[in-house]
Nanobody, 122 residues
């Protein structure tokens, strides 16, 4: 069983930056970030392979968000720059059992954190 705990959310203004962190209880394989805005489906944001060698980002955040990981302390981070109100959502960290792929579907992830709220005001 993998336990994931997110942190780093908050209320910021348009154009600001936030750094989300996800602490895992054990070493993990591919990790991902998803987000869910009120009234919307949970959507893929970014994913990174077990050693950080490959990563991918959703088109909506490409160039603004960057996923990274530090396997020495089992953490995955999401650096979010130039935030807009459209980025307002609960952000979830997720762990997949796959090793070298970068899945974007929710069903491909086996463990989820409780989520952290990000609110961007205009």
């Amino acid at each position: 069983q993998v336990q994931l705990v997110e942190s780093g959310g908050g209320l910021v203004q348009t154009g600001a930056s936030l750094r989300l962190s996800c602490a895992a209880s054990v070493r993990t394989n591919t990790m991902g970030w998803f987000r869910q805005a009120p009234g919307k489906e949970r959507e893929f944001v970014a994913a990174i392979t077990w050693n950080g060698g490959r990563r991918t980002h959703a088109d909506s955040v490409k160039g603004r968000f960057t996923i990274s990981r530090d396997n020495t302390n089992n953490t995955v981070n999401l650096q979010m720059n130039n935030l807009t109100p459209e980025d307002t959502a609960v952000y979830y960290c997720a762990a997949s059992k796959v090793l070298i792929d970068l899945p974007k579907g929710r069903a491909d992830y086996d463990y989820w954190g409780q989520g952290t709220q990000v609110t961007v005001s205009s």
